[in-house]
């Protein structure tokens, strides 16, 4: 079956660029969500197998979206992907139960890393 | 002529591409600032917007409404095949946290009696290492290198004045890249305008088309 | 022919690697630091130039190469950025050579990333400035400051003594029977009378005072930190300094005396203009009572 992956970013075009880079990895089916608020929606609607979120967005942020995901479901696999990699920004969302961290902008070898941490492929 | 024109305007699609390049070259450039430089700042998701310059000081003006009737600020321009004209705004009478995010080893002064000068000096220093890590690192991301010009900055201007001097003809239709920064850690928030002249949209296009190569 | 053109240059270039070791040390470099570039290329900058290991140098060739931004030393606010001596004609006017210099990205080859450090040398210009502005708030004649001069810092002392409360005390005075002087003597006498008597009152005075030509004949001594005690002190003393003083000019030998109104600041004055203006009530009093002396006001 189809490994099912949840990507949460308020930017389309950050989206379209994950979805490519994923793509070029391995087959998956992609959901998308633009914001926290309806990311946190959809991840219980679809449950995937994993969650690329993003951090800042409007409506909810990525922390907030990941603390109420973890709450309910700490077994939740999700992955940060980000373009402010201070240690600081990476320590907080590892705290939070985050299984990777990728930059942005994505590349293959980076976001391959992380979805083998996450056991997806 | 009708080619001409089309290549001269961006679309929709160009500046979404933009924005997530901006939003990239900005966590970048906070992430340098903080490793390297010791300087903890946030720089918020960039606006992306083209508008006349009669435009900018309406937004600026509502945008800095919090900040009262005079700003510091440091202007900027930064040329290649990007060109650019930057400016940081400031609150007025912040001198003293501009001061302390750059440290104070050389300085023995009482935080009461701050020259103009020493003020001048720091706001230069901490603008120009701003503009400096967001435009290097927007250069970086879409592959190609810019120069500055020498940076100028006045402290505690009137508004009014500042918006005025910036580097940009009336009729242009410009490119504007607006941040609000912050250094929590001081108190001390502020905004980052970056216009972008006519003349480099024809090589943004095509420098955002090879960006997005890679992901098609 | 690059090398050339780097060598001949009539500017300072320096080239540093990420470990601050001179790359390049071009002969303009040579000639004014007086440290040849056989003996710095390869070697650490700051074994050479200890100074320039201070947080503002760092920072900013560290901005540099991280984000290839460039940085700029303008003489205005730094003075300098290497501390190396003028050329000949200005040693002593000048300690360091002053400079706007410029830090910048080149464009890395192979795994060496490396700035460059342009060095300007700006001294003439700095040392004409200078004169000009000396020119502008000086008086040509006694070369002590003059009423432009003294208008402009007025209201900067005023506000600086209402923020601390420390008293500010001024001193009007005037040379009593100038015209007659004049009239008697001729200007050129008189000039040089004003030239001696701005002297005597220059020599009296602190570092932090300041003493202006406020009209023809008439002066302004500006004392910051001063109570008035200390304030007609120093008028007596000066009264005292100027009786007691002989004028020459040619084969003419003259006296003069002088008269004085002093006022130091207190709460119920608005601005410095007040104190100037009831400081000149006081030196027209020491005139009504017969000249050759000093009247306090409040």
Redesign the interface.
Known sequence: MTKKILIIDDSGVSRRMLKSTIGKIDDFEIIEAADGKAGVTKYWECRPDVTFMDLTMPVMDGYEAIKLIKERDPAAVIIVGTADIQTKSIQRVLDLGVVAVVNKPFQVDQVRDALNKAALI | MDIQEKDQTLGAEDLEILQEVMNIAFGRAAADLAKFINIFVKLSVPHISLISKSEISETLRSELEGMDQNVSVVRQDFWGDLTCSAVLFFPAHTENEIISIMGTDELNVEFNEISTSLAQETLLELGNILIGACAGKIAQLLETNVSFSPPFAAINEPMGEAIEQMDIHESDQILSLQTQFSFEERNLSGLLIIAGQKSSFAWIKEALTKFMAQYE | MYEEVVNFLNVGLVILDEQMNVRKWNKWMERHSNIKSSDIEGKNLFLFFPMLD???FN??I??V????????Y?QK??RYCFPIPPVASFRQQFEFMQQNC?I??I?PEENSNCVFISIQDVTNIVYYEDQLRDMNIKDALTNIYNRRFLDSILDREFKRHM?YKHPMSVIMLDIDHFKEVNDQYGHQCGDEVLKSFSAIIHAQLRDVDFLARYGGEEFCCLLPETPPESALLVAKRLRVAIEESNHKWQDIELKITSSLGVCTSTSKHQNASELIELADKGLYQAKKQGRNAVIVTQ
Do not use: Q, Y
Request: charged fraction near 15%.
């Open positions: 201070n947080e503002h920072r900013s560290k901005s190469f991280t984000f290839s931004n460039m940085v700029f303008s606010l730094h410029a910048g990205p464009t923020r």
